[in-house]
């Protein structure tokens, strides 16, 4: 038995699915993956480098297609599971003769790009790309309301269906709450004064992340907050114009452009508020590790935010790209630590279905239909 998890890079798979290769290698499957360059994680018996471009309309897409299809041919799998957007597409065309062979075929969209507020344009092409792949789809799984929604609204026509499942699940022995003398340590060890008042956004540096807009919401506040500190942990092709901005806007002292980190569930305990300036998301894995720890939410009002953060409950959500509105509820936290506290302690809880042994449960149920369907099937149009 063998299955193949493909996905454009190589950090998608090994920053998020671990678990569910695993799932496969303990029931006696060999587990292959297709993706970019990178180190093979040891749950994966082989490893395919496939050039995925991230663009939809790059030529070498053409070549990772090719490719992609003499892995499925050669290797006759049980079943695919494909993750991001250019290599979903690109797997789902490749696997539509295996699917005639009893291939099950299984598509998590992580976030379609059409969406409310997408242009028109782009949201038409994508809805209409999408709903064609489904007839090439035997499951479509969603991590949001929105995606989920939108199936049955555009007549998508997965063979088994579709699901929603609650992401792929945030490690709760790992994001908890912190001591008050937790908070204090990881403040001297990263020069962060006790008194300050931190915000904190783990992101690449991108257009869709868009840190602009919290830069530009600490320029509206550093009078009002004098200690405040914007936390940027990430990297990315922005990093040198956010420094420039941040420059501009004479904020470079209360802004840390951070870098890569690897100790997100400890850097969270420094924090006062999660924040974040996304135009577009599939589903805030960021902001659940933070709700976990007992953090308040001030988030852009967008899918993948919308179906985390109960507006004046856990948290605040605003209008996309709307500064001065990110900093008014960031001052109302501000005066109120109080308030900081009961959003936090109610965070804590309205994240739990999003820990990762309620992701997996879902999602390995998904898996025991896609055996079964492997099972029943016997050859034939899917």
């Not at 790992?174 to 403040?187: L, M, S």
């Not at 953090?295 to 004046?312: E, K």
Request: net charge positive.
């Amino acid at each position: 038995m063998k299955v193949l998890f493909t996905a454009s890079v190589m950090g998608h798979l090994t920053g998020f699915h671990i678990p569910y290769m695993q799932y496969f290698k303990d029931r006696g499957f060999a587990v292959h993956i297709a993706c970019g360059p990178g180190d093979t994680p040891a749950c994966a018996d082989r490893h395919f480098v496939i050039g995925f471009e991230r663009s939809p309309f790059r030529l070498k897409n053409i070549s990772a297609y090719r490719a992609l299809k003499k892995v499925i041919r050669e290797n006759e799998y049980d079943i695919i599971h494909c993750h991001t957007p250019v290599a979903s597409v690109l797997t789902r065309l490749a696997a539509r003769r295996a699917r005639k062979h009893g291939t099950v075929v299984i598509y998590t969209a992580h976030g379609f790009h059409f969406y409310q507020g997408a242009p028109r344009l782009s949201a038409f092409v994508y809805r209409t790309v999408e709903k064609w792949l489904s007839r090439h789809t035997d499951i479509l799984i969603t991590i949001n309301g929105e995606d989920y929604a939108a199936i049955s609204r555009y007549g998508f026509r997965p063979k088994l269906g579709a699901y929603r499942v609650p992401g792929v699940g945030v490690d709760g022995a790992r994001f908890h709450p912190h001591t008050a003398e937790t908070r204090r340590a990881v403040r001297e060890q990263n020069g962060i004064s006790a008194d300050a008042f931190v915000l904190i956004f783990a992101a690449e540096y991108n257009r869709n992340k868009n840190q602009a807009m919290l830069l530009r919401a600490v320029s509206l506040l550093k009078d009002s907050i004098p200690n405040i500190l914007l936390l940027l942990p990430g990297e990315g092709p922005l990093q040198a114009e956010y420094q420039r901005l941040a420059a501009e806007l004479s904020i470079s002292q209360y802004v840390r452009l951070m870098g890569y980190r690897t100790d997100m569930d400890m850097l969270l305990a420094a924090a006062d508020v999660a924040v974040s300036s996304s135009r577009r998301e599939g589903l805030g894995i960021n902001l659940v590790e933070a709700m976990l720890t007992g953090l308040p939410v001030v988030a852009t009002r967008i899918r993948g935010h919308a179906d985390i953060v109960q507006h004046g409950e856990t948290g605040f959500l605003v209008p996309p790209d709307d500064a001065p509105a990110m900093a008014e509820k960031l001052l109302k936290l501000y005066r109120s630590p109080e308030l900081r506290h009961e959003m936090g302690q109610k965070a804590i809880s309205a994240a739990q279905p999003y820990r990762l042994e309620n992701a997996q449960a879902e999602t390995f149920r998904i898996y025991e239909r896609a055996l079964d369907m492997k099972t029943n099937r016997a050859g034939g149009k899917p």
